[in-house]
């Protein structure tokens, strides 16, 4: 059994920060104290001026596996991701086959088990005619069950009115949304086809898959939730109107039982449609990269607690693949390797406090979706800890990316902090260079 004591960190947990020790053993957080005597053979981290906080747990990411391996796969980018400090991921179902029905899911369980570095769980696509899967879903056998009223990568658009009906009605476990309105996104390609023909700029991006298009599949998303009194989670918030209808139908609630949260990604609350013009199709990704006022709208809400929870979408494709006209380029972004450094640049602008970022990736994530025993420092949880060095500078260049994809829109940038080492159930994963663990992730267990 490996026990590691962890000395002198600035722990912060709940809102409070303090310095002191931290002892694992068996996996475990086994005790935090001001002080803590090393036991025998315990290996002893000196983390003096550094942060620790619960790992990174992040309900939203793409790692391609079956399938579109080609992009990425489930080792490659968990292992990208424990060196981004997420220490549990939630894997979307657009993948080939798609995670439609239960042995669909068993076999990503499977395969996880094989090779994944981080915690996982795996989401239930709905279709057009699969309700019967999400009517008979184990509440165990998925993290939550995901709905694209808005086409995206991978064609598993729910537009049937009924349909979306019945999901609503039947779903036991919470529903995440992306929530675009594809006939009002045909009808702006249409005309900016008839305007630049195969030449349309990248920058048209946040106007073509619109605002008003998020807006009005976000408000039947939540008008549904209201008529079934179903638990929603819709997925990445992208502009200033949205929020409006979160804070109209803020739960009062905990958030565990709360009936409808929002997310925001990171990606949407770092760039802005001023981007485009630099990294082009490289911030491609659906729902768009909006303006500078729906960005500093998004910090807001994350702020004043109207958005819930932070995610990535991580959502690697090829360099290659990326390289072609508008049309042509996949949506997604690669992004699980600096999601807290990012969040944490808004630390160092004043504009988030690290209470709030703690609160937004780990503690609500594990409160939305009844995670048992992780998201927290308490003793008795899963050691699923980060390290953070907010003075060390952190430059991205291509020695340092795990992406299979190995490219990333933060290329040449340097964040003001370093995730200095990660713990996944306790067993040191990343130590501030390399990963260096075995694949060591566990299936996420739920209160449910
Ligand atoms: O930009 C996106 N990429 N949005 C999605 O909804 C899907 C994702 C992907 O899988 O590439």
Same mark, same amino acid.
């Given at each position: ?28 957080? @086994? ?28 309900? @939203? ?78 509440? @165990? ?36 949304? !992306?929530?675009? /309105? ?19 700029? %990248? ?49 009062? /609630? ?34 768009? %990269? ?5 960005? @500093? ?8 607690? %109207? ?55 780990? !503690? ?34 291509? /020695? ?23 713990? %996944? ?12 663990? /075995? ?10």
């Amino acid at each position: 059994m490996t026990i590691t004591l962890i000395k002198r960190a600035t722990l912060l947990n709940e809102g409070i920060r303090q310095q002191g020790d931290l002892l694992i053993a068996d996996g475990r957080i @086994q005790k935090i104290a001001p002080q803590i005597d090393a036991p025998d053979g315990a290996e002893i981290i000196h983390a003096e001026g550094k942060l620790l906080i619960p790992g990174m747990i992040d309900d @939203q990411v793409h790692f391609r596996e079956p399938g579109l391996t080609h992009k990425g796969n489930i080792l490659s980018e968990s292992r990208a991701a424990v060196a981004g400090g997420i220490t549990s991921f939630m894997e979307m179902p657009n993948v080939n086959p798609q995670t439609t029905n239960a042995e669909a899911l068993e076999a990503k369980y499977r395969r996880a088990a094989e090779v994944s570095v981080a915690n996982y769980a795996f989401y239930l696509g709905a279709t057009n005619d699969n309700l019967e899967e999400i009517r008979t879903l184990d509440p @165990q056998a998925a993290c939550g069950i995901k709905i694209f009223m808005g086409a995206s990568t991978g064609n598993m658009l729910v537009d049937n009115r009924e349909t979306l009906e019945a999901i609503f009605a039947n779903a036991k476990i919470p529903v995440v949304t !992306h929530c675009e /309105d594809t006939p009002m996104i045909d009808a702006n390609e249409a005309a900016a086809r008839a305007k630049y023909g195969e030449a349309v700029p %990248v920058k048209l991006h946040g106007e073509i898959r619109s605002r008003e298009a998020c807006l009005k599949s976000t408000k039947m998303a939540i008008e549904l939730a209201k008529a079934h009194g179903t638990r929603l989670h819709v997925l990445h918030i992208s502009t200033a109107d949205e929020l409006a209808l979160f804070e109209a139908h803020k739960s009062l /609630d905990s958030l565990a039982e709360a009936n409808i949260t929002a997310e925001a990604c990171v990606h949407h609350l770092f760039f802005s449609d001023a981007d485009y013009d630099t990294l082009g199709t490289q911030i491609k990704c659906n729902p768009s %990269v909006k303006t500078e006022r729906d960005r @500093q709208a998004l910090l807001d809400a994350v702020k004043r607690d %109207v958005i819930d929870v932070i995610a990535t979408d991580h959502a690697p494709h090829t360099w290659e693949e990326k390289q072609n006209t508008y049309f042509k380029a996949p949506s997604g972004v690669p992004l699980v390797q600096h999601a807290l450094l990012s969040l944490l640049e808004h630390v160092h602008d004043g504009v988030l406090t690290l209470e709030s970022v703690v609160q937004k990736t780990s !503690h609500a994530v594990a409160e939305r979706f009844n995670l048992k025993e992780r998201g927290y420092l308490r003793e008795g949880y899963h050691a699923d800890l980060v390290l953070i060095d907010l003075e060390k500078p952190y430059p991205v260049n291509k /020695d340092n990316l795990l992406y299979k994809c190995h490219w990333s829109p933060f290329e040449g940038y340097t964040f003001r902090s370093t995730i200095a080492a990660t713990w %996944v159930g306790g067993v040191l994963a990343y130590d501030g260079r390399e990963v260096i663990s /075995d694949p060591v992730g566990q299936r996420l267990v739920f209160n449910r």
